[in-house]
């Protein structure tokens, strides 16, 4: 009898402990995701930086995207699928007006990050796991917020070709 209860209450420990690990591992993975948010900010930021003013509407095939229209549409795509999708208040942003200088630009990009940001850190662990659908597909919120980062990434690469097609050095990519 005291042999069943000890191995109850081991149980019941050891559940406890997994449990609890579970929810600091949630809570980390959405820290860390923001530090790569923001990171991911910084770097699309030194990117519209490195650009020469002249060079904001290059594009290297005229069926392409120009610099400007790669970091515009991965900036607003953010604010429209978070608030789409993630659950956005209304981001104030005017995604119709076009940016026409750097200095737009690099507003732009901050103020669509800033809104990511805090549209991303309000969900629960119960929204992010909810499956919701998007563009004809079904996936969970975590799986949008890798949606986004994925898009992201993919834009600002493009944008980092145009900047080495006219002989500059790009920015360095930083992890953290």
Not at 52 to 74: C, G, I, R
Request: charged fraction near 20%.
């Amino acid at each position: 009898m005291k042999t069943s209860k000890t191995i109850l209450q081991s149980a019941f420990v050891i559940m406890l402990l997994f449990v609890g690990q579970t929810v600091a591992t949630a809570q980390t993975n959405m820290e860390e995701f923001m530090m790569k948010w923001e990171n991911g900010k910084k770097l699309t930021l030194a990117v519209v930086e490195t650009m020469p003013d002249d060079l904001q509407n290059y594009k290297p095939h005229e069926t392409a995207m120009s610099f400007n229209e790669q970091v515009t549409h991965l900036s607003s795509a953010i604010v429209g699928i978070g608030g789409g999708f993630l659950m956005g208040e209304d981001s104030g942003i005017d995604l119709e007006k076009k940016p026409t200088t750097k200095a737009e630009l690099k507003a732009l990009v901050e103020a669509c990050y800033d809104y990511g940001k805090a549209t991303f850190s309000k969900l629960t662990e119960a929204q992010l796991a909810e499956k919701i659908d998007i563009f004809g597909y079904t996936a969970s919120r975590r799986q949008v917020l890798g949606l986004i980062d994925d898009h992201c990434t993919h834009h600002r690469g493009a944008a980092i070709s145009y900047i080495r097609a006219n002989g500059i050095e790009p920015p360095r990519f930083t992890a953290l």
